[in-house]
C-alpha cells in the first residue's frame, strides 16, 4: 500500500522528540505527494503537533492500576508483557494463540498520529506507532458470518491492585463493528515515540480508534473475538444510560452530566482556554459513511 514507508521500529529506533517533529514534515509533504485520492494528504498526516512524552504517558486512565491520573505511571511498571500472546478466535479460519513477537515480526509498524479524546472531555495529539487492526485480523482469516470484533484486557490480580476494587466488571472488554474494526484508521498501537509502549498506555498493544472516545481504546489486549452478535461493553456495562455501543465523538450529543461541545487540551497550560470538539474528532471525512442513515443522538 501506497502510505507504508517505515518498519518494525522498536526501542532501538528511538525518536527524540525534535527529531520527530522534522520527520514528520517530510512525512506529511510524501503522503501528500503519493496522490492517496482526492483527499491528499491523509488524516493521520495532517499537521498536528503532538503532546510531549510526559503527557501521554503520566496522565492516563487504566482503572485496573487506580483511577487517579497518576496512579497507572505508579503502578504498572510490575505488569509483565513480554512473554504475551494475542487469542484470535470465533468466527475465523486460524483461531488460536498468537504470539506477540511473531505478529509484530508480520506486521508493517507505522507512525499515526491521531487526536484523542476521553470522554470525560480532555484530549490530547499522540503519535503512535502501530498496524492496521485489519492486517491483524487477516493472518486469523475472518469469515463471512462475523459482524462484530470483542476485545479483551489482560486480568492478572497479582499484577493490577485496582481489580481489587469493583468499579467495573473486570476483565475489561471493549468491542466494534466488524466495518469499524476494518477501517484503516483502526490500529493496534504498540508504541509511541518510537519507543516500546509504556505500561500505563497499554502495553504490549492496546487498540487505537481515533474517532471514538478513548475509553472503545482498550488496552493490553489479550483476546480479539470475532462474532456475528453486538459484544457488551465495559462502560456500557457500568452505565448504560451515560456509555453507549458506538461512543463516537459528536459535539452535539451531551454527556447526561456535561457537555461534550468543547475539549480541554493537556498540556496546554492552566489557564488555557477550552477548544471546540469536532465532528467523528476531526475524522468525519473518513468514517462518516460507516454511519449513513443512522441516528447517532440513539446510537450513541
Ligand atoms: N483499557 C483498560 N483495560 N482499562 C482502562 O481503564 N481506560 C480507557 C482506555 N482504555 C482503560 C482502557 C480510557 S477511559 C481512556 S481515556 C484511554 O484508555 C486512556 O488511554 P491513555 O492512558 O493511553 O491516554
Given at each position: 500500500?501506497?502510505h507504508?514507508?517505515?518498519?518494525?521500529?522498536?526501542?532501538?529506533?528511538?525518536?527524540?522528540?525534535?527529531?520527530?517533529?522534522?520527520?514528520?514534515?517530510?512525512?506529511?509533504?510524501?503522503a501528500?505527494?503519493?496522490?492517496?485520492?482526492?483527499?491528499?494528504?491523509?488524516?493521520?498526516?495532517?499537521?498536528?503537533t503532538?503532546?510531549?512524552?510526559?503527557?501521554?504517558?503520566?496522565?492516563?486512565?487504566?482503572?485496573e492500576?487506580?483511577?487517579?491520573?497518576?496512579?497507572?505511571?505508579?503502578?504498572?511498571?510490575?505488569?509483565?508483557?513480554?512473554?504475551?500472546?494475542?487469542t484470535?478466535?470465533?468466527?475465523v479460519?486460524?483461531?488460536?494463540?498468537?504470539?506477540?513477537?511473531?505478529i509484530?515480526?508480520?506486521?508493517?509498524?507505522?507512525?499515526?498520529?491521531?487526536?484523542?479524546?476521553?470522554?470525560?472531555?480532555w484530549?490530547m495529539?499522540?503519535?503512535?506507532?502501530?498496524?492496521?487492526?485489519?492486517?491483524?485480523l487477516?493472518?486469523?482469516?475472518?469469515?463471512s458470518?462475523?459482524?462484530?470484533?470483542?476485545?479483551?484486557?489482560?486480568?492478572?490480580?497479582?499484577?493490577?491492585?485496582?481489580?481489587?476494587?469493583?468499579?467495573?466488571?473486570?476483565?475489561?472488554?471493549?468491542?466494534?463493528?466488524?466495518?469499524?474494526?476494518?477501517?484503516?484508521?483502526?490500529?493496534?498501537?504498540?508504541?509511541?515515540y518510537?519507543?516500546?509502549?509504556?505500561?500505563?498506555?497499554?502495553?504490549?498493544?492496546?487498540?487505537?480508534?481515533?474517532?471514538?472516545?478513548?475509553f472503545?481504546?482498550?488496552?493490553?489486549?489479550?483476546?480479539?473475538?470475532?462474532?456475528?452478535?453486538?459484544?457488551?461493553?465495559?462502560?456500557?456495562?457500568?452505565?448504560?444510560?451515560?456509555?453507549?455501543?458506538?461512543?463516537?465523538?459528536?459535539?452535539e450529543?451531551?454527556?447526561?452530566?456535561?457537555?461534550?461541545?468543547?475539549?480541554?487540551?493537556?498540556?496546554?497550560?492552566?489557564?488555557?482556554?477550552?477548544?471546540?470538539?469536532?465532528?467523528f474528532?476531526?475524522?468525519?471525512?473518513?468514517?462518516a459513511?460507516?454511519?449513513?442513515?443512522?441516528?447517532?443522538?440513539?446510537?450513541?
Open positions: 500500500m501506497a507504508r514507508w517505515t518498519n518494525t521500529l522498536r526501542d532501538k529506533d528511538v525518536t527524540p522528540e525534535a527529531a520527530f517533529l522534522n520527520r514528520r514534515q517530510l512525512i506529511a509533504g510524501a501528500a505527494g503519493v496522490g492517496l485520492g482526492l483527499g491528499g494528504a491523509p488524516a493521520w498526516a495532517e499537521a498536528l503532538p503532546n510531549s512524552w510526559e503527557d501521554i504517558t503520566r496522565y492516563n486512565n487504566y482503572y492500576f487506580g483511577t487517579d491520573k497518576g496512579d497507572p505511571a505508579r503502578n504498572a511498571r510490575i505488569l509483565t508483557v513480554s512473554p504475551w500472546s494475542v484470535i478466535d470465533g468466527l479460519d486460524r483461531p488460536g494463540a498468537y504470539d506477540f513477537d511473531e509484530m515480526a508480520k506486521m508493517t509498524i507505522e507512525e499515526r498520529l491521531y487526536r484523542f479524546r476521553c470522554v470525560e472531555a484530549s495529539v499522540v503519535p503512535w506507532n502501530g498496524f492496521e487492526l485489519a492486517d491483524l487477516d493472518l486469523a482469516g475472518v469469515q458470518a462475523a459482524k462484530y470484533v470483542a476485545f479483551e484486557t489482560v486480568l492478572r490480580p497479582d499484577e493490577m491492585p485496582g481489580v481489587r476494587y469493583p468499579v467495573l466488571d473486570w476483565p475489561y472488554v471493549e468491542g466494534l463493528r466488524l466495518d469499524e474494526a476494518l477501517h484503516p484508521l483502526t490500529i493496534m498501537a504498540t508504541g509511541i518510537g519507543r516500546d509502549i509504556p505500561n500505563q498506555n497499554g502495553a504490549p498493544l492496546r487498540l487505537v480508534v481515533p474517532w471514538k472516545y478513548g472503545k481504546s482498550i488496552k493490553s489486549v489479550v483476546r480479539i473475538t470475532l462474532t456475528d452478535k453486538e459484544p457488551p461493553t465495559s462502560w456500557n456495562k457500568a452505565n448504560p444510560r451515560e456509555y453507549g455501543f458506538y461512543s463516537n465523538v459528536n459535539p450529543v451531551n454527556h447526561p452530566r456535561w457537555s461534550q461541545a468543547t475539549e480541554r487540551q493537556i498540556g496546554g497550560g492552566l489557564f488555557s482556554a477550552r477548544v471546540p470538539t469536532l465532528m474528532n476531526g475524522y468525519a471525512e473518513e468514517v459513511g460507516l454511519y449513513a442513515g443512522m441516528d447517532l443522538k440513539k446510537n450513541f
